[in-house]
């Protein structure tokens, strides 16, 4: 079965700081798509990634899709605060087959 | 003003009864699905349903039931057959199964 892992699973940076979270997939993926959930909250869809080595923007947030389809990474560029959450790949293999990453939990500090 | 409800937000329940936990979309969405968040282990899917009156399992679906009688609609059973039902559990909707989720706000399910 499809076995996806997301590293790393905490993170504390300093305000200003940049931070990378990562998500690998043991099968190559139709798509995979990124989450924010903020503490006590519920997870908010950020973005699909769909082509081989697409690489999307969303102001300092900058998302990859690996050229074998089979990873992902979301790298946030000079945190801040509203940055805090814990963030979720969710990568589609499919035939239905939908796996949720553990989560990377950033914590920033100020 | 569109979106997913989930009702109550919190519940509590003793050990050997079943529960039913709401979940209405008004976004006409066709697929919904329905999660298990335990703290360290991120989502896990239970169950999810692409069309009316069809409903597939997901990976941890022992313990549980779901119908799925109207679009809107996609209700979960927690049966006392589920060992460990204290979780937060999501509910969610996707204009078809492969496009992005819609969550609600959750119940936080208490079995004591």
């Known amino acids: 079965g499809q076995q996806v892992m997301q590293i790393p699973q905490y993170q504390h940076v300093q305000e200003g700081e940049d931070f990378t979270t990562y998500c690998n997939s043991s099968t190559t993926l139709s798509n995979i798509q990124w989450y924010k959930q903020r503490p006590g909250g519920h997870p908010v869809f950020l973005i699909q990634?769909?082509?081989?080595?697409e690489v999307k923007k969303q102001k300092r947030l900058t998302f990859q899709f690996g050229e074998a389809k089979k990873n992902s990474s979301l790298h946030i560029t000079a945190t801040q605060t509203t940055d805090v959450g814990t963030y979720f790949c969710l990568c589609d293999g499919g035939y239905q087959k939908v796996t949720f990453g553990i989560g990377t939990k950033l914590q920033v500090i100020p | 003003d569109g979106g997913i409800t989930q009702s109550p937000k919190y519940l509590f329940r003793k050990e050997g009864q079943n529960v039913t936990l709401s979940c209405e979309q008004n976004l006409n969405h066709d697929a919904m699905y329905w999660y298990r968040q335990d703290p360290g282990q991120g989502l896990r899917l239970i169950y999810y349903s692409q069309i009316v009156n069809d409903f597939q399992k997901g990976d941890i679906a022992e313990g549980y039931s779901v119908s799925r009688e109207k679009k809107e609609s996609f209700p979960l059973t927690v049966t006392s057959a589920q060992k460990n039902p204290t979780a937060f559990y999501l509910c969610?909707?996707?204009?078809?199964?492969?496009?992005?989720?819609?969550f609600g706000p959750g119940t936080r399910l208490t079995v004591t």
């Open positions: 990634l769909v082509k081989s080595g």
């Open positions: 969610a909707s996707s204009p078809q199964t492969g496009s992005e989720q819609y």
